[in-house]
């Protein structure tokens, strides 16, 4: 009999214990799997570093895209450039040179503490924006609500010069995109005098009428040509003034397409355009004798051209001393100016 009562008492004792253990095993299974679950929470390792670096870069393209807020994007740059990689320094400087509708609304004299932590073509690049800065090639004019052009000719043309430059020096570098966008307004505008016929702009060097370029610029631009002979502006300018001569000043539809060719034809030459623009100034050398044929011998509307001839020759002697509305004060200030910058550069 006590047997009997030992026995049942443990058959007690190992029922109790399964229900226990089983109780414990539907409180860790998964309700829809049946799969045990365990109470350890599976974490990301993620390095903190990396996390700082994700953070930073939502913080960075955050400010990008608040509108008038360049010096925000500056503060941000003064504030981490010298602990960032070069990777990111150019992330930071590429976000900047595109930030806004104007590149010249960009006070970069707020960037002078961080140049020591900027790539060279970066640090050249805000030297010209100083000229920028002093005196604006382009400029918007409320009363036309349009750019302007904000600088005598021969001005316009020396700072064109000085960003085709340095587009040559530093071409695939972070401030090159910025650098190609203002040569070519600069450019083109020093040649087309921001003439626009649909809009109904008139050419800002225009003579006595609207559709005649004034006479006087020819000096000007003969001056540049001679003064920048491999340069591509400079190539661009002399075919300008054979045809110029040609046409005796008149816009017409010639000097309308050679207006509209520009913008593609500032952008740098590859290996097989540079075949064809070497063509191409053969034959412009071969029209501009031509002309000087023509004007010496007074044949084929001779007299109009001899006379812009005749301007030209007195305007390279004494153009730049006296003739302030087309660049009269450029001998001095531009070519010190041009100078100092290049002199910085290198």
Same mark, same amino acid.
């Given at each position: 009999?006590?047997?009997?009562?030992?026995?049942?008492?443990?058959?007690?004792?190992?029922?109790?214990?399964?229900?226990?253990?089983?109780?414990?095993?539907?409180?860790?299974?998964?309700?829809?799997?049946?799969?045990?679950?365990?109470?350890?929470?599976?974490?990301?390792?993620?390095?903190?570093?990396?996390?700082?670096?994700?953070?930073?870069?939502?913080?960075?393209?955050?400010?990008?895209?608040?509108?008038? $807020?360049?010096?925000?994007?500056?503060? =941000?740059?003064?504030?981490?450039?010298?602990?960032?990689?070069?990777?990111?320094?150019?992330? =930071?400087?590429?976000?900047?040179?595109?930030?806004?509708?104007?590149?010249?609304?960009?006070?970069?004299?707020?960037?002078?503490?961080?140049?020591?932590?900027?790539?060279? $073509?970066?640090?050249?690049?805000?030297?010209?924006?100083?000229?920028?800065?002093?005196?604006?090639?382009?400029?918007?004019? $409320?009363?036309?609500?349009?750019?302007?052009?904000?600088?005598?000719?021969?001005?316009?043309?020396?700072?064109?010069?000085?960003?085709?430059?340095?587009?040559?020096?530093?071409?695939?570098?972070?401030?090159?995109?910025?650098?190609?966008?203002?040569?070519?307004?600069?450019?083109?505008?020093?040649?087309?005098?921001? =003439?626009?016929?649909?809009?109904?702009?008139?050419?800002? &060097?225009?003579?006595?009428?609207?559709?005649?370029?004034?006479?006087?610029?020819?000096?000007? &631009?003969?001056?540049?040509?001679?003064?920048?002979?491999?340069?591509?502006?400079?190539?661009?300018?002399?075919? &300008?003034?054979?045809?110029?001569?040609?046409?005796?000043?008149?816009?017409?539809?010639?000097?309308?397409?050679?207006?509209?060719?520009?913008?593609?034809?500032?952008?740098?030459?590859?290996?097989?355009?540079?075949?064809?623009?070497?063509?191409?100034?053969?034959?412009?050398?071969?029209?501009?004798?031509?002309?000087?044929?023509?004007?010496?011998?007074?044949?084929?509307?001779?007299?109009?051209?001899?006379?812009?001839?005749?301007?030209?020759?007195?305007?390279?002697?004494?153009?730049?001393?006296?003739?302030?509305?087309?660049?009269?004060?450029?001998?001095?200030?531009?070519?010190?100016?041009? $100078?100092?910058?290049?002199?910085?550069?290198?």
């Amino acid at each position: 009999m006590k047997k009997k009562v030992v026995l049942l008492l443990m058959s007690i004792t190992c029922c109790a214990m399964l229900s226990a253990c089983g109780g414990n095993n539907e409180e860790n299974t998964d309700p829809l799997t049946g799969q045990e679950q365990t109470t350890e929470i599976a974490t990301e390792d993620v390095p903190m570093t990396e996390q700082a670096g994700t953070n930073m870069t939502d913080e960075f393209d955050s400010l990008l895209g608040q509108p008038n $807020d360049a010096n925000g994007v500056i503060d =941000y740059i003064n504030t981490n450039i010298a602990n960032a990689g070069d990777m990111d320094v150019d992330r =930071y400087l590429t976000g900047l040179l595109g930030y806004g509708d104007n590149i010249r609304d960009i006070d970069f004299t707020r960037l002078e503490e961080s140049r020591q932590h900027m790539p060279e $073509d970066m640090v050249a690049f805000m030297e010209l924006m100083k000229l920028e800065a002093e005196s604006p090639s382009m400029t918007m004019s $409320d009363e036309e609500n349009r750019m302007t052009i904000g600088l005598t000719l021969s001005e316009m043309l020396e700072r064109a010069v000085l960003f085709e430059q340095h587009i040559e020096k530093y071409p695939n570098n972070v401030s090159t995109e910025a650098a190609s966008r203002l040569y070519e307004e600069i450019a083109t505008n020093a040649i087309t005098g921001g =003439y626009d016929k649909t809009a109904g702009v008139p050419h800002y &060097y225009q003579g006595e009428t609207e559709n005649v370029v004034d006479q006087e610029s020819l000096s000007y &631009y003969q001056q540049f040509a001679e003064a920048n002979p491999d340069s591509r502006l400079g190539q661009l300018v002399q075919e &300008y003034v054979t045809l110029l001569q040609e046409n005796q000043f008149q816009i017409n539809e010639e000097l309308e397409n050679f207006y509209r060719s520009l913008p593609q034809r500032l952008q740098p030459a590859t290996e097989e355009g540079q075949t064809e623009a070497t063509q191409d100034n053969s034959g412009m050398t071969q029209n501009g004798e031509t002309g000087t044929q023509g004007s010496s011998a007074g044949t084929q509307g001779g007299s109009t051209r001899t006379q812009g001839g005749t301007t030209g020759t007195q305007g390279g002697n004494n153009g730049a001393a006296n003739d302030s509305s087309l660049g009269g004060s450029v001998a001095g200030t531009v070519k010190d100016a041009v $100078d100092n910058v290049m002199d910085s550069v290198r």
